[in-house]
């Protein structure tokens, strides 16, 4: 089946630090998403991404759907406090089938 | 503008115990519905989904269930609880085939 790849799986960094993630699949996507999650809440909506190439920017994040439709990043500039959490991946082939959730990264920032 | 209400957001239950979890959307018809499981703050595993009203689909098979008697109502149930459903269970919609998914606030179980 569709196996989707995050990395790094933890980050710990100073504040005022960039940041970048990223997610390979084993097929092509046709749809990336990334969701941010605070303790104890459900993940929330960063930025959705439904083109290759397309490059997305939502404040001081931005994210890429990568042209070979098999993998995104995210980025995150000069990190601040309220950055903490985990961050997901997710990518859906097609318009049937479900999303693929990547693990997650589990970032702390330091002030 | 649409949101996701789910209930209750904490709930501790007795081993063996019914269970009944409650998410209701609002603001969109007809909108896929999806129960995860997320156990220790890490990885979304998907329970179970609906298209439409009475049509539930299961991913895991285990001791839970599902139910969607109205369009936006989506209900997940157990008639027996074991230690082993503890963790965080999140409901969440998306419109049509699109795929982007829209999280409830989620509903934390602990079964003793």
């Known amino acids: 089946g569709q196996q989707l790849n995050q990395s790094p799986q933890s980050m710990f960094i100073q504040e005022g630090e960039d940041v970048s993630m990223n997610c390979t699949s084993s097929s092509i996507f046709n749809t990336w998403l990334w969701y941010k999650q605070e303790p104890g809440e459900g993940p929330v909506l960063l930025i959705a991404l439904y083109k290759a190439g397309e490059l997305t920017s939502n404040g001081r994040l931005t994210a890429q759907f990568g042209i070979t439709r098999k993998d995104s990043f995210l980025n995150i500039s000069a990190s601040i406090p309220s950055d903490v959490g985990i961050y997901f991946c997710a990518g859906k082939g097609g318009s049937q089938g479900n999303l693929i959730f990547g693990k997650g990264t589990k970032l702390s920032v330091k002030p | 503008s649409q949101t996701i209400h789910q209930w209750p957001a904490t709930l501790v239950q007795p081993v063996g115990s019914p269970l009944s979890l409650e998410c209701t959307v609002e603001?969109?018809?007809?909108?896929?519905l999806y129960w995860y499981r997320q156990a220790a703050g890490r990885g979304l595993q998907l329970l179970f989904y609906?298209?439409?009203?009475?049509?539930i689909s299961s991913e895991v098979p285990q001791n839970l269930s599902a139910s969607r008697p109205q369009d936006r109502q989506f209900i997940l149930s157990s008639k027996k609880l074991l230690l082993s459903d503890s963790g965080f269970y999140l409901c969440?919609?998306?419109?049509?085939?699109?795929?982007?998914?829209?999280f409830g606030p989620g509903t934390r179980l602990l079964v003793l």
């Open positions: 609906s298209v439409g009203i009475g049509q």
């Open positions: 969440a919609w998306s419109a049509s085939n699109r795929g982007t998914q829209y």
């Open positions: 603001g969109t018809s007809n909108p896929n």
